[in-house]
């Protein structure tokens, strides 16, 4: 988060049903794919967990 911030990106509050995810860390992956990832993401993460 400290690089993004010092990148310039801001923090953004409210709702954003559309808005992706940010992955990190492998908790961050497990988050994403549990909302549900595209085709592209799950063919490259492939069945890990």
Sequence with gaps: A???RRSGA???T???P???SDIDTP???D???DLGVG???SQ???GAR
């Design 44 to 46: 490259a993460i492939g």
């Design 18 to 20: 559309g808005l992706r």
């Design 39 to 41: 085709p592209a993401t």
């Design 27 to 29: 908790d961050d992956l």
């Design 10 to 12: 801001v923090e953004l």
């Design 14 to 16: 409210g709702a954003w």
């Design 2 to 4: 400290q690089r993004h």
């Design 31 to 33: 988050v994403a794919r």
